[in-house]
């Protein structure tokens, strides 16, 4: 069926190394034709930031960069219409149901499956965001319920004494003034969740749940999808490169389609992990099974010390983004809201 897309993001360099694989790069070679057209020389395919408007930008450019989108959809459209075709491309909505009478017989067809599509209920995470909003917390707390308890003269006289301190130490950094003003501060904000409901977090806490997230979780950016309302424990984990948002920048599509789209969205990529009910994995650490330390060289006791150590950072891994049993996780090339004609 042919559908209207609305792109939020697309790995360009994926999709256009997946269409070289299938037909030949014919598309590719109208991507170059256009940026000769427009002046650009790059031997890997023009750049996607070129999408970011200019207030400055002419109309020559303009017509560019909508050619480029065009091509965005018409590479998309190709290639799902190619993988369909070769039947490498499942349609998990569709698959479900069809071929497949139960949920649990579906899910034993699930780890042959390779290229898949599905559209459901959605939620964008971004680790960036969360740790700027978890940054800012207690300031935000002070901003809003210090206006309800500005007649309140505790409140009047510790604001008082905080901005007193503070005027101190931007010009002179004194550890003892910074405890005062600490200790003034904890005084504030416990008047205020007495008064107000508000409600503080510890800055002790902040600190090492930063730490915990910097540690494992940098620059993450995560999509996640139930494909079935019912079944709603099968989801579909992505995580994204910030530089294939269509549009730029996460904070346009927050403020387009929210963090948790209340409009169902379609994801399209290839399966990179489908966790089994029972691992049938091998684990490759077993080849020291039955051996001590005694019997093996030095080098083989320091490598089997370190591999150790890895296997057990993957119960840390599972905190974020990991998917456990039925999740799988889905290297998207494409995410977009779709209207089937």
């Not at 017989?105 to 459901?120: H, M, S």
Request: negative net charge; charged residues 30%.
């Amino acid at each position: 069926m042919e559908s209207i897309k609305d792109l939020i993001y697309f790995d360009y360099d994926k999709a256009k190394s997946l269409n070289s694989q299938l037909s030949g790069g014919l598309v590719s070679e109208l991507t170059r034709a256009i940026e000769d057209e427009g002046g650009i020389s790059s031997e890997l395919g023009f750049d996607i930031k070129i999408l970011k408007g200019s207030v400055g930008a002419t109309g020559r450019e303009k017509q560019i960069r909508t050619e480029k989108i065009e091509i965005y959809h018409e590479l998309l459209n190709e290639l799902e219409k190619a993988l369909f075709e070769k039947k490498i491309l499942t349609y998990l909505n569709s698959d479900f149901g069809t071929n497949t009478k139960t949920f649990n017989k579906f899910l034993e067809k699930v780890p042959d499956l390779t290229y898949v599509k599905a559209t459901g209920w959605s939620a964008f995470e971004d680790f960036e965001r969360f740790k700027r909003i978890m940054h800012n917390f207690n300031d935000i707390q002070r901003l809003i319920f210090t206006s309800v308890l500005e007649n309140n003269p505790e409140i009047i006289k510790l604001k008082e004494q905080v901005n007193d301190l503070t005027k101190r130490l931007k010009s002179n950094n004194n550890h003892k003034e910074l405890s005062k003003l600490r200790a003034v501060q904890k005084n504030f904000d416990k008047i205020m969740e007495e008064e107000s409901g508000a409600v503080f977090l510890d800055e002790t806490f902040k600190l090492r749940l930063e730490l915990f997230l910097n540690t494992f979780s940098p620059n993450r950016l995560n999509f996640r999808l139930a494909p079935f309302d019912v079944f709603n424990n099968f989801q579909l984990l992505s995580n994204l490169k910030s530089e294939y948002l269509v549009n730029g920048d996460f904070e346009n599509v927050i403020y387009t389609y929210g963090s948790r789209p209340n409009i169902k969205l379609s994801v399209f990529g290839i399966v990179t992990s489908c966790p089994q009910k029972k691992d049938v994995r091998v684990n490759l650490s077993d080849e020291y099974l039955g051996l001590e330390d005694g019997e093996l060289e030095d080098s083989d006791v320091f490598e089997k010390a370190f591999r150790s150590v890895f296997s057990s950072f993957e119960g840390f891994e599972k905190f974020f983004f990991v998917p456990t049993y039925p999740k799988i996780s889905v290297s998207p090339i494409a995410i977009y809201r779709e209207v089937n004609l």
